[in-house]
């Protein structure tokens, strides 16, 4: 059973770009959730998708937005990009929110 | 508001040696605890606690949750190398939604 797939691994963009990241979850999982981990802050919710639907959102400026195909699979973007928002990105799913999620790789981002 | 704050921040020990990694949390919409362990990217599953289920073993590691308390520890024992990681405590909350919370990890060193 393939994993949660995220693409791309490793990203470079320079201040006031834009960025969509994509996450593939686990075959038959509806939960998608995606975290940004920087050193400093660890591990920070961004927002859980279920059926297309936003379900939850984390404290972060609307600049982070995402959605969720009826495939499952989910989106991320991140408009107007700040030197802040250089992190690790992490995607996570799991059948249905409720249960253990499992996670992708991320994609590193980093912003000059 | 919510949080999850874990001790000590880093620890190192000798292979063999028993560890016990604290976590604690105030959230508002308690749901469930988990713990995972991160070696290099994606975070693996280990530990899922709940009202229902408060005590969880796997081999050398364990778990307990206290309701009572607010907290969770984390205990591994007969340490070894490939024990070294940082490991996480997550609290999972339902607001319509799922969030979960991360606290700021473990970082274990075991050497040989």
């Known amino acids: 059973k393939a994993g949660v797939t995220q693409t791309p691994r490793y990203l470079i963009k320079t201040r006031g770009q834009q960025v969509t990241l994509s996450c593939s979850p686990i075959?038959?999982?509806?939960?998608v959730s995606w975290y940004q981990q920087t050193p400093g802050q660890g591990l920070q919710f961004l927002f859980e998708y279920f059926s297309e639907t936003q379900r939850n959102k984390g404290n972060f400026p609307g600049r982070f937005s995402g959605r969720q195909f009826s495939n499952s699979r989910s989106e991320m973007n991140v408009s107007t990009l700040e030197l802040g928002d250089s992190a690790l990105y992490l995607c996570a799913s799991s059948l249905a929110g409720g249960q253990p999620q499992h996670f992708g790789d991320g994609t590193r981002l980093s912003i000059l | 508001e919510d949080k999850v704050v874990q001790s000590p921040l880093s620890l190192v020990v000798h292979e063999g040696d028993t560890v016990t990694l604290n976590c604690s949390y105030e959230?508002?919409?308690?749901?469930?605890l988990l713990w995972y362990k991160q070696e290099k990217k994606a975070p693996t599953f280990l530990f899922m606690l709940t009202s229902s289920g408060i005590e969880k073993k796997s081999g050398r590691l364990s778990s307990i949750l206290d309701k009572k308390e607010l907290s969770s520890i984390l205990n591994i024992t007969a340490t070894q190398t490939g024990d070294s990681a940082i490991y996480l405590c997550a609290v999972e909350e339902y607001t319509g939604g799922f969030k979960t919370i991360f606290g700021a990890g473990t970082r274990l060193f075991v050497k040989a």
């Open positions: 075959s038959g999982h509806r939960s």
């Open positions: 959230v508002t919409n308690f749901r469930s």
